[in-house]
């Protein structure tokens, strides 16, 4: 049956057909896969969180599937459809990293080692959370890298020793992975000579790839408005 999408009737059967097929996949033939889609057309179509979070839940208890284990981290951490509970979401995102998902690793990382409002009364576990954003940063985080990279240009008192040497490692390789505010470090390392011998040439070499990221995203940005622009 083809459906007309500029009908609100078509949409809406249209919706319903995608949430049966997504049921049927999910409890008859128990496809992981389905089981965290069902939870996505839960969240995004239903806009019912308390069953998205129990699918989520229940797919990554029984099946290990890694983005549910870190959907249901992330409605733990925000209070999402459940109760705000902080050691569920840590316990949840540990699941997801094990399970091979490289955000949950970076978000149970920073839940053991930040500061922010939300995780201000965790106690701090250094030394799990550099293995955590190892990990990501190892399944190509970009992000993770970066953070594990300032941890090293500041240092932890009594905890981590700043490192120059292992924070140019970690930067070079966020750069090289898209961070643009990495490359701006290791330009600078590179100017100062910290963390590696001092070279003019190579930092005027990701000072231009700094400026040429900042333009790219610039542009990206503008398309975007733009786009939005012409949709509303």
Do not use: W
């Not at 090293?152 to 750069?175: E, P, R």
């Amino acid at each position: 049956m083809a459906f007309d999408m500029k009908k609100e009737e078509d949409v809406k059967e249209f919706l319903e057909n995608i949430g049966i097929e997504y049921r049927f996949g999910c409890f008859s033939e128990k496809k992981p896969e389905s089981c965290h889609l069902l939870g996505d057309y839960f969240e995004g179509v239903k806009k019912d969180f308390e069953k998205a979070a129990r699918v989520f839940r229940s797919n990554c208890d029984d099946s290990s599937y890694p983005k549910s284990c870190y959907k249901y981290a992330n409605y733990n951490f925000l209070g999402k459809g459940c109760k705000q509970n902080m050691d569920e979401a840590y316990s949840y995102y540990l699941k997801g990293c094990t399970a091979g998902d490289y955000d949950s690793c970076l978000n149970g990382g920073l839940m053991c080692v930040s500061n922010t409002p939300t995780n201000a009364d965790r106690p701090k576990d250094y030394s799990k959370g550099l293995e955590l954003l190892d990990k990501a940063c190892n399944g190509n985080n970009a992000f993770s890298c970066y953070y594990i990279s300032g941890i090293f240009i500041q240092g932890v008192k009594d905890n981590i020793t700043k490192d120059m040497s292992k924070a140019f490692q970690y930067s070079m390789k966020a750069c090289d992975l898209g961070n643009m505010y990495a490359c701006a470090n290791i330009s600078q390392m590179y100017r100062k000579g910290d963390g590696v011998e001092k070279d003019e040439a190579k930092s005027e070499e990701f000072k231009k790839k700094t400026l040429d990221m900042q333009e790219q995203f610039k542009e990206q940005m503008q398309i975007q408005f733009q786009q939005g622009a012409a949709k509303s």
